[in-house]
T-cell receptor, first 114, second 114 residues
Framework: AQSVTQLGSHVSVSEGALVLLRCNYS??????LFWYVQYPNQGLQLLLK??????LVKGINGFEAEFKKSETSFHLTKPSAHMSDAAEYFC????????????FGKGTLLTVNP | DAGVIQSPRHEVTEMGQEVTLRCKPI?????LFWYRQTMMRGLELLIY????????DSGMPEDRFSAKMPNASFSTLKIQPSEPRDSAVYFC????????????FGPGTRLTVL
């Protein structure tokens, strides 16, 4: 069975600082990996995904993530935080070759301080 | 495209009442997913459909929950009878088999059972 661990339920950064949200997965084979963002009172929106190819993937709003198979990690980063980045971020995995059954982490709430 | 549409956005009901949540997926999408989000358990997949057929309902908590998809453009999630512990935000999402493995989420229905 697949599982996702997001280290830190709450991360607080200053505006302009580096954002680093951690995600580790457990899977018998490398899965497909996703980061979703949820703004208050809204549904989830895809930030970026890794399925195949280049292990450093770029997403919307300046975010990027790197798939590291040896570390079973898919950490999300952004060089400079903006106030509008304040939201909850979810890492998710799905079985390779499938288009279904996302397993989500518990989420990390990002706060950006002025 | 209007995106995934869910109704109602908010539902307040009393324990023991029947609750029906509705979802209209993105036109042409052939997968539909129902998720539940709570503080304690995070995001949980309840059930998903492919081409209107239920594929995996192992996440449905108990027999009080049922879901149907009578056609490609409509699905319902029904709780009968409702209990206070069913209070949560329920999301519907849809995706396309030949797409980018992205699931598109609706805005959610916030259910409160008193």
């Amino acid at each position: 069975a697949q599982s996702v661990t997001q280290l830190g339920s709450h991360v607080s950064v200053s505006e302009g600082a580096l954002v680093l949200l951690r995600c580790n997965y457990s899977s018998s084979v490398p899965p497909y990996l996703f980061w979703y963002v949820q703004y208050p009172n809204q549904g989830l929106q895809l930030l970026l995904k890794y399925t195949t190819g280049a292990t450093l993937v770029k997403g919307i709003n300046g975010f990027e993530a790197e798939f590291k198979k040896s570390e079973t990690s898919f950490h999300l980063t952004k060089p400079s935080a903006h106030m509008s980045d304040a939201a909850e971020y979810f890492c998710a995995v799905s079985k390779r070759g499938s288009n279904y059954k996302l397993t989500f982490g518990k989420g990390t709430l990002l706060t950006v301080n002025p | 495209d209007a995106g995934v549409i869910q109704s109602p956005r908010h539902e307040v009901t009393e324990m023991g009442q029947e609750v029906t949540l509705r979802c209209k997926p993105i036109s042409g999408h052939d997968y539909l997913f129902w998720y539940r989000q709570t503080m304690m358990r995070g995001l949980e997949l309840l059930i998903y459909f492919n081409n209107n057929v239920p594929i995996d309902d192992s996440g449905m908590p108990e027999d009080r929950f049922s879901a149907k998809m009578p056609n490609a453009s409509f699905s319902t999630l029904k709780i009968q009878p409702s209990e206070p512990r069913d209070s949560a935000v329920y999301f519907c999402a849809s995706s396309l088999t030949s797409g980018s493995y992205e699931q598109f989420f609706g805005p959610g229905t916030r259910l409160t059972v008193l």
